[in-house]
């Protein structure tokens, strides 16, 4: 069936609009920043982070008791109340502060264990990619060679060797805590290294540092900063398996995992809170990086940009 012609409005074409722009052009960080709002899961997960690190902060303060306090007399094992928000453990020390004091530890060791892996896999990495040939072979077997160590024994060796706390676990973490961030980046650089841009660098007599800091690096950032957003929450979770086995910070020095190593003589008892803080927010920690890395994942992926 024909369609009348009095439906339809005929629109003339202009050639003065025909370079006008319908919609303001933003930058591909804009961009994932916006989707990553729509995101809910992921800002959730972002705003339950910053939660976390503000108490970690100056969570502690808001109690008149320190982590190291004890009241051996009627103040043991008392439960949540308005004068002990969390309980007291069986030395009287008050669980809230405790905890707390437990997130800074935790977040500590993430976020510095974090930030080595990502300096030296970025750059051992970047360089491996961007040379190649031999010197790349070489490179990768040292980085096979340290993936087959097994990592418990690592970390046994260090606390041997080092005094046992808060940086030996650091340092623990990052001996092959590295490796993963260098093998993505190189994978990136190899892909970038033969794009036109980089050549024309080559051909105007551009240095490998200059190579490598203003044009391969910058455009792996997002692969890298979605890979740091595991890291953290997988160095948090080492510490709380080292501490609970007994190998991570000492007494009095609190941490999620030495705080749950403690509780486990009250599991079936009564006393629930000393378990249930330190596994609650240990198990948020871990919930809120990994909503976030996700989301960031996806606003990062040019794939996914509509």
Not at 56 to 69: D, E, L, M, N, R
Not at 86 to 91: E, P, V
Not at 96 to 106: N, Q
Request: proline share 4%; no cysteine.
């Amino acid at each position: 069936m024909a369609i009348p012609a009095h439906k339809f409005e005929r629109v003339e074409r202009k050639v003065e609009q025909a370079e006008t722009i319908r919609k303001p052009s933003i930058s591909y960080w804009k961009d994932a920043w916006l989707r990553l709002r729509k995101n809910w899961l992921a800002m959730l997960g972002l705003g339950l982070i910053i939660f976390l690190v503000i108490m970690a902060i100056f969570g502690p303060v808001f109690s008149k008791y320190t982590y190291y306090q004890q009241d051996l007399g009627a103040g043991q094992n008392m439960e949540p109340s308005s004068e002990h928000w969390f309980g007291t453990d069986d030395l009287g020390r008050d669980v809230f502060v405790r905890t707390w004091e437990g997130a800074r530890i935790s977040l500590q060791i993430g976020f510095f264990a974090a930030l080595i892996d990502l300096v030296v896999g970025v750059l051992y990495g970047g360089f491996s990619g961007y040379k190649g040939g031999r010197t790349d072979e070489v490179m990768m077997r040292i980085v096979d060679v340290l993936w087959g160590l097994p990592y418990l024994l690592v970390v046994i060796l260090f606390l041997v060797v080092f005094e046992p706390g808060m940086w030996t676990i650091i340092m623990a973490l990052s001996v092959t805590g590295w490796l993963n961030m260098a093998r993505l980046v190189r994978g990136q650089v190899l892909q970038l290294k033969e794009q036109e841009y980089v050549m024309a660098a080559q051909t105007l007599g551009a240095s490998t540092k200059r190579l490598l800091f203003k044009h391969l690096i910058p455009n792996t950032m997002g692969p890298i900063l979605v890979m740091l957003t595991f890291t953290v929450p997988n160095a948090i979770f080492a510490e709380a398996f080292l501490s609970f086995l007994g190998l991570g910070v000492q007494a009095p020095v609190a941490s999620w995992g030495t705080m749950i190593n403690d509780a486990l003589v009250v599991v079936l008892s009564e006393e629930w809170w000393r378990l249930f803080f330190p596994a609650f927010f240990l198990s948020l920690t871990l919930l809120a990086f990994n909503a976030f890395g996700d989301g960031l994942r996806d606003a990062l992926d040019p794939k996914m940009r509509k």
